[in-house]
């Protein structure tokens, strides 16, 4: 399964540019990838290891701003189309990776 953040984080003072960027640098040390400008993706094995990672985004939060959270099946994920420009191009493959608990 594949958990999707996406954000609209205010970056109008120098304090929150800073909090932004704490908060998206937390998500690619967490293994997200970036899809779009403030939309991330991670693979997760199950419901279990999601968990972790929500937790992990609802504890990083910034004080302003918004974050939504969905989680999508790899079926779902793979239905995704993927266009630059008028040419479409594949949607990402999982990754090959081992998670330890």
Known sequence: MWLIAMFDLPVDTQARRRAYT?????????????????VYARFCVSEDASKVHRKLIRDELPEEGEVRVVTLTDHQFGKMEVY??????P???KPLQLEFF
């Open 22 to 38: 704490r908060f998206r640098k937390t998500l690619l040390k967490d293994g997200f990838n970036k899809l779009q400008f403030s």
């Open 84 to 89: 630059f420009g008028k040419k479409r191009t």
């Open 91 to 93: 949607t990402e493959e």
